[in-house]
């Protein structure tokens, strides 16, 4: 993981907030914004002076905000590979209690998958609830996995198609972030797809 330490200056932080404040969907925990023109060019020009964002705002970037508080924080605690090879992690609020929902990364967790059965294959080994339980025992036993703290003004970018990681939850307060994802591994093949219609689904308030 590679962090990019105070690197967003607070104005820049509170005009990005507001921002995505207005843009995120009510009552849910994650709102998706790809294929949204409007938006990508909103960011490109909040973050255009830090390069290492702007190069990273790409057409095809799947780009997520995710709001979590004490009440919806059931989405914590779920080790999975992403379909993707970037992520850029931008916290822009995190709460200042023990569980504040940070980001736990085990790296090189697996071997860069080379075609799509074997990425369905390694998900399915370790995305189950026997394993999740294994995994966040690991974790507590401080095997493998690491905490990364990343405070607002800070981001990081991170491999989460090779790396297991997971969100801790949030017991008071409120947690937001922005997450842009870029480099999608068997974007055409139709597994692919449904993984991720079904994972926007599956977030979705019933
Ligand atoms: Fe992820």
């Given at each position: 993981?590679?962090?990019?330490?105070?690197?967003?200056?607070?104005?820049t932080?509170?005009?990005?907030t507001?921002?995505?404040?207005q843009?995120h969907?009510?009552?849910?925990?994650f709102?998706?914004?790809?294929?949204?023109?409007?938006?990508?060019?909103?960011?490109?020009?909040?973050?255009?002076?830090?390069?290492?964002i702007?190069?990273?705002?790409?057409?095809?970037?799947?780009?997520?905000?995710?709001?979590?508080?004490?009440?919806?924080?059931?989405?914590?605690?779920?080790?999975?590979?992403?379909?993707?090879?970037?992520?850029?992690?931008?916290?822009?609020?995190?709460?200042?209690?023990?569980?504040?929902?940070?980001?736990?990364?085990?790296?090189?967790?697996?071997?860069?998958?080379?075609?799509?059965?074997?990425?369905?294959?390694?998900?399915?080994?370790?995305?189950?609830?026997?394993?999740?339980?294994?995994?966040?025992?690991?974790?507590?036993?401080?095997?493998?996995?690491?905490?990364?703290?990343?405070?607002?003004?800070?981001?990081?970018?991170?491999?989460?198609?090779?790396?297991?990681?997971?969100?801790?939850?949030?017991d008071?307060?409120?947690?937001?972030?922005?997450?842009?994802?870029?480099?999608?591994?068997?974007?055409?093949?139709?597994?692919?797809?449904?993984?991720?219609?079904?994972?926007?689904?599956?977030?979705?308030?019933?």
């Amino acid at each position: 993981m590679k962090e990019y330490s105070n690197r967003i200056p607070p104005d820049t932080l509170s005009a990005l907030t507001n921002y995505l404040e207005q843009k995120h969907q009510e009552n849910t925990t994650f709102s998706f914004h790809q294929d949204n023109k409007e938006f990508l060019n909103q960011l490109r020009i909040i973050f255009k002076d830090i390069p290492e964002i702007v190069d990273s705002l790409k057409e095809d970037s799947y780009i997520v905000t995710r709001k979590v508080n004490k009440a919806n924080s059931k989405v914590a605690f779920c080790p999975h590979f992403d379909n993707y090879s970037s992520t850029i992690l931008i916290p822009l609020k995190v709460p200042d209690s023990k569980f504040n929902g940070d980001i736990i990364l085990w790296e090189n967790a697996r071997k860069t998958p080379s075609n799509v059965i074997s990425h369905m294959i390694s998900k399915l080994y370790f995305q189950n609830k026997i394993a999740t339980k294994k995994l966040v025992k690991m974790f507590n036993e401080g095997k493998n996995f690491t905490r990364h703290s990343v405070k607002p003004g800070s981001f990081v970018q991170f491999d989460g198609f090779v790396g297991l990681h997971f969100n801790l939850n949030v017991d008071s307060g409120e947690r937001m972030s922005l997450l842009i994802h870029n480099d999608k591994k068997f974007a055409n093949t139709f597994i692919v797809k449904m993984i991720e219609k079904y994972s926007q689904y599956s977030v979705k308030p019933k």
